[in-house]
């Protein structure tokens, strides 16, 4: 009897959880699919017709095709600062790891620095001036770089261990050094902790708003978080277009996190537990 | 033609072993440092030292000379400590402190209650667990910003969504983002929503990690499934709790985002915090001020994460 009460409890919590996580996102479709009176009305129904492909152009051609500036830059925002944080975090996750020491643990104290310390907005804003790179496209790729660094060391510090000195030392006799070491024996073996940083960190950068808002502001620019963003202002009757501007930035994560799934969950969980 | 490279390479490598065999001669310790450096060299540390010193440091140092004065950009003037008496005097700006903290101990309280709760049922014998791992986790991975709409769309008053179902059960509900008093409120809850999962994940790991042993135990002295959850799951989770409870307060201390996207600190100054109104006063041109709040936001993260990690690491320790 009390089992079964259990299991019925259990039941409720599962359903209601299910509810709870599953039904805005039925809710973006539904009104992603709607045509524009229908989604005005902002409930939650099946449309009376589906307009996916169309709802799908207009927003593409909305605004001058805003949006396709958009993705072509948040796609190379994301590939490129992704792409560095592969190789200059394992490089440091590798020596950090090896070479313990007092540079070692300097860097390990800026490392959790840099999980901790909100970045100082205005300031970074100065030096990328200096720098000749605000509101430019390289000009954030450096402040992602900068500011998911520590995350990616980490996960990079912690597989490192898992690595037998062994193989550095019968590389060594093999007459590797330094970057042929690294670049021939290690990093092949660090693929599955790279995998685990490119698809967590694609998934920070692509969905950064912030850095973005005040790092590369205006329009004819954006990412598409700010287009996003901009949208709501803009697109204040049609709610179908906003919905389905919506679902296609939500796309993106869910096909990684439908084929990655694991990966993705145990770099964020370890990332996390290890900070 | 690759092929033609790899052949190359270790003509190339052989050579720098021929220049390191002196250093294998001389006395041993400095063989091994020799070793060390040419193995471990400290330069990989050099590209990521030079952006993260670049953009993230040097931002960070500065900080606490711009946020002493009057700037521009292009021209600062020293106040002193002008920029901190406006922040503490204007009450808009005080209630944006008081605003983070209010955000930061709910939303941690929150997905430390609700994670384990869900790690709990998530661990149990259920069918479909793994699906249901997968969707309270996936909004971790959404846009805040399409979360932050999509909920603003759900909570509108009378129409939403949220309030119609809420009126079919009888509840008469709040204007969720409209209302002063529940605006920052439920900004935090839709935080919640979108990070509880997050939590789940790090409460399952840990919960998995408990011997069986204890349940056994439990058992065998005829406890219950309360007894269990309150003598072994949660004394024994606690390294997640402490995770969770740092992870929150980080995320929280520093939102902007959400809140930016849902209420934009509205209405009135209801929901600002800390970070929208660094925001605000940097888009209003108010450089020193802005820069003297993210002095505020640093000194305030760090003199409550630093000692919460001191004391937690210290626990760990013990049990």
Same mark, same amino acid.
């Given at each position: 009897m009390r089992?079964?009460r259990?299991t019925s409890?259990?039941v409720v919590?599962?359903?209601?959880?299910?509810?709870v996580f599953v039904v805005?996102?039925i809710?973006?479709?539904?009104?992603?699919?709607?045509n524009?009176?229908?989604?005005?009305?902002l409930?939650f129904s099946l449309?009376?017709e589906?307009?996916i492909?169309d709802?799908?152009?207009?927003?593409?051609?909305?605004?001058?095709?805003?949006?396709v500036t958009a993705?072509r830059?948040s796609l190379i925002?994301?590939v490129?600062?992704v792409t560095?944080?592969v190789?200059?975090?394992?490089?440091?996750g590798y020596?950090?790891q090896?070479? @313990?020491?007092?540079?070692?643990?300097?860097?390990?104290?800026l490392?959790l620095?840099?999980l901790?310390?909100p970045?100082a907005?205005?300031p970074?804003?100065?030096?990328?001036?200096q720098l000749?790179?605000?509101?430019?496209?390289?000009?954030?790729?450096?402040?992602?770089?900068?500011f998911?660094?520590?995350?990616c060391v %980490?996960?990079?510090?912690?597989?490192?261990?898992?690595i @037998?000195?062994e193989?550095d030392?019968?590389?060594?006799?093999?007459g590797?050094?330094g970057?042929? %070491?690294f670049?021939r024996?290690?990093?092949p073996l660090?693929? @599955?902790?790279?995998i685990?940083?490119?698809l967590?960190?694609?998934v920070?950068?692509?969905?950064?708003?912030v850095?973005p808002?005040?790092f590369l @502001?205006?329009?004819?620019n954006?990412?598409?978080q700010?287009?996003?963003?901009?949208f709501l202002?803009?697109f204040?009757?049609?709610?179908?277009?906003?919905f389905?501007?919506?679902?296609l930035?939500?796309v993106?994560?869910?096909? %990684?996190f439908?084929f990655f799934n694991?990966?993705i969950?145990?770099?964020?969980?370890s990332?996390?537990v290890?900070? | 033609?690759s092929s033609r490279?790899?052949e190359a390479?270790?003509?190339?490598?052989?050579d720098d072993?021929g220049?390191?065999?002196?250093a294998?001669?001389s006395p041993?310790?400095?063989g091994?440092r020799n070793? *060390?450096?040419?193995t471990?060299?400290?330069?990989?540390?050099?590209?990521?030292g030079?952006v993260?010193g670049l953009?993230?440091?040097?931002?960070t140092?500065?900080s606490?000379y711009?946020?002493?004065?009057?700037w $521009?950009?292009f021209?600062?003037e020293f106040?002193?400590?002008?920029?901190? *008496?406006?922040?503490?005097s204007?009450q808009?700006?005080?209630?944006?402190l008081r605003n983070?903290l209010?955000y930061?101990?709910?939303?941690?309280g929150?997905k430390?209650v609700l994670?384990?709760?869900?790690?709990v049922?998530?661990?149990?014998?259920?069918?479909s667990?793994?699906l249901?791992?997968?969707v309270i986790?996936?909004?971790?991975l959404v846009?805040t910003v399409?979360v932050?709409?999509?909920?603003?769309v759900?909570l509108?008053p009378?129409v939403g969504?949220i309030s119609?179902v809420? +009126?079919?059960?009888?509840i008469? +509900?709040?204007?969720w983002?409209?209302d002063p008093? $529940? +605006?920052?409120?439920?900004?935090?809850l #839709?935080?919640?929503?979108?990070?509880?999962?997050l939590a789940?994940?790090?409460?399952?790991a840990?919960?998995? +990690?408990?011997p069986?042993d204890?349940y056994?135990a439990?058992?065998?002295?005829?406890?219950g499934?309360?007894?269990?959850?309150?003598?072994v799951?949660v004394?024994?989770?606690?390294p997640?709790t402490?995770t969770?409870?740092?992870?929150?307060l980080i995320?929280?201390l520093?939102s902007?985002?959400?809140?930016?996207?849902?209420?934009g600190?509205?209405?009135?100054?209801?929901?600002?915090?800390i970070?929208? =109104?660094?925001y605000?006063?940097?888009q209003?041109g108010?450089?020193?001020l802005s820069t003297?709040g993210?002095? #505020?936001l640093? =000194?305030l993260v760090?003199?409550?994460?630093?000692?919460?990690?001191?004391?937690?690491?210290s626990?760990? #320790?013990?049990s």
């Amino acid at each position: 009897m009390r089992a079964v009460r259990r299991t019925s409890l259990e039941v409720v919590a599962l359903v209601v959880a299910a509810v709870v996580f599953v039904v805005p996102f039925i809710f973006m479709f539904l009104t992603a699919s709607k045509n524009e009176s229908e989604s005005a009305d902002l409930t939650f129904s099946l449309p009376t017709e589906w307009r996916i492909l169309d709802n799908i152009k207009d927003v593409f051609d909305a605004r001058d095709s805003i949006l396709v500036t958009a993705f072509r830059n948040s796609l190379i925002l994301t590939v490129v600062s992704v792409t560095i944080l592969v190789v200059v975090c394992a490089m440091v996750g590798y020596v950090i790891q090896r070479r @313990p020491g007092r540079v070692a643990n300097i860097a390990n104290a800026l490392v959790l620095s840099g999980l901790i310390i909100p970045p100082a907005v205005v300031p970074t804003i100065w030096v990328l001036q200096q720098l000749h790179v605000f509101k430019t496209l390289p000009g954030l790729i450096l402040v992602e770089v900068a500011f998911n660094m520590a995350f990616c060391v %980490l996960l990079f510090r912690a597989f490192v261990a898992a690595i @037998p000195r062994e193989l550095d030392e019968a590389a060594m006799i093999d007459g590797c050094t330094g970057l042929s %070491l690294f670049f021939r024996v290690i990093f092949p073996l660090l693929r @599955p902790v790279t995998i685990t940083v490119i698809l967590t960190s694609s998934v920070f950068v692509f969905n950064d708003f912030v850095n973005p808002l005040y790092f590369l @502001p205006g329009d004819e620019n954006a990412t598409v978080q700010l287009t996003l963003y901009n949208f709501l202002s803009q697109f204040n009757t049609q709610y179908n277009l906003l919905f389905m501007n919506i679902v296609l930035v939500t796309v993106p994560p869910l096909v %990684l996190f439908i084929f990655f799934n694991r990966k993705i969950v145990a770099g964020m969980t370890s990332g996390a537990v290890k900070g | 033609m690759s092929s033609r490279a790899d052949e190359a390479r270790p003509v190339g490598t052989r050579d720098d072993a021929g220049a390191d065999r002196p250093a294998r001669k001389s006395p041993r310790a400095t063989g091994v440092r020799n070793v *060390r450096a040419h193995t471990y060299p400290y330069w990989f540390y050099a590209p990521a030292g030079v952006v993260y010193g670049l953009i993230f440091l040097v931002p960070t140092v500065i900080s606490f000379y711009f946020a002493f004065t009057r700037w $521009t950009l292009f021209e600062s003037e020293f106040i002193g400590l002008d920029n901190f *008496r406006q922040f503490f005097s204007e009450q808009a700006l005080v209630s944006g402190l008081r605003n983070t903290l209010v955000y930061a101990v709910v939303t941690s309280g929150l997905k430390v209650v609700l994670g384990m709760l869900l790690a709990v049922l998530l661990t149990g014998p259920i069918r479909s667990r793994g699906l249901m791992r997968s969707v309270i986790f996936f909004p971790v991975l959404v846009s805040t910003v399409a979360v932050g709409i999509t909920f603003s769309v759900l909570l509108q008053p009378d129409v939403g969504v949220i309030s119609t179902v809420l +009126a079919k059960i009888g509840i008469t +509900a709040p204007d969720w983002l409209g209302d002063p008093s $529940t +605006a920052l409120l439920s900004v935090a809850l #839709v935080d919640v929503w979108k990070g509880v999962g997050l939590a789940t994940l790090i409460y399952i790991a840990g919960i998995l +990690a408990i011997p069986k042993d204890y349940y056994e135990a439990v058992d065998v002295d005829g406890g219950g499934a309360w007894t269990k959850f309150r003598n072994v799951t949660v004394p024994l989770s606690r390294p997640a709790t402490f995770t969770v409870i740092l992870l929150s307060l980080i995320g929280g201390l520093r939102s902007f985002d959400l809140i930016w996207t849902m209420t934009g600190g509205g209405p009135g100054f209801s929901s600002d915090v800390i970070a929208s =109104i660094i925001y605000k006063t940097y888009q209003a041109g108010f450089f020193g001020l802005s820069t003297a709040g993210n002095v #505020v936001l640093f =000194i305030l993260v760090t003199l409550i994460v630093y000692p919460l990690s001191r004391y937690f690491n210290s626990r760990e #320790v013990e049990s």
